[in-house]
Nanobody, 116 residues
Framework: QVQLVESGGGLVQPGGSLRLSCAAS????????VSWYRQAPGKEREWVAR????????NYADAVKGRFTISRDNAKNTVYLQMNSLKPEDTAVYYC?????????WGQGTQVTVSS
């Protein structure tokens, strides 16, 4: 059974950092593209970053480029999103998504709040 479980969210002050984790089960994450999305209150879900198989190349939305880094640990079957220099506008629920051949799978999300 394919499952994605996000963790690592929380409350952080502007300028701070958080690392989100997306633990995958039921498939090998390194064989598929895994992305992070976010959804702020009252806004549509937006794409944040992706890591692409097999080379592990990465892409970022302009709003997070230079501040966020997506990576994966193949041994742990986990994809991470390191978020630095956080801003209040980064406040959102963050989701990971796996693009499997048959369909996409989403995690349940983890809340990130950036506030002083």
């Amino acid at each position: 059974q394919v499952q994605l479980v996000e963790s690592g969210g929380g409350l952080v002050q502007p300028g701070g950092s958080l690392r989100l984790s997306c633990a995958a089960s039921g498939f090998t994450a390194s064989r598929y593209t895994v992305s992070w999305y976010r959804q702020a209150p009252g806004k549509e879900r937006e794409w944040v970053a992706r890591i692409i198989t097999p080379a592990g190349s990465t892409n970022y939305a302009d709003a997070v480029k230079g501040r966020f880094t997506i990576s994966r640990d193949n041994a742990k079957n986990t994809v991470y999103l390191q978020m630095n220099s956080l801003k209040p506008e980064d406040t959102a629920v963050y989701y990971c998504k796996a693009d499997l051949t048959v369909r996409d799978y989403w995690g349940q999300g983890t809340q990130v709040t950036v506030s002083s």
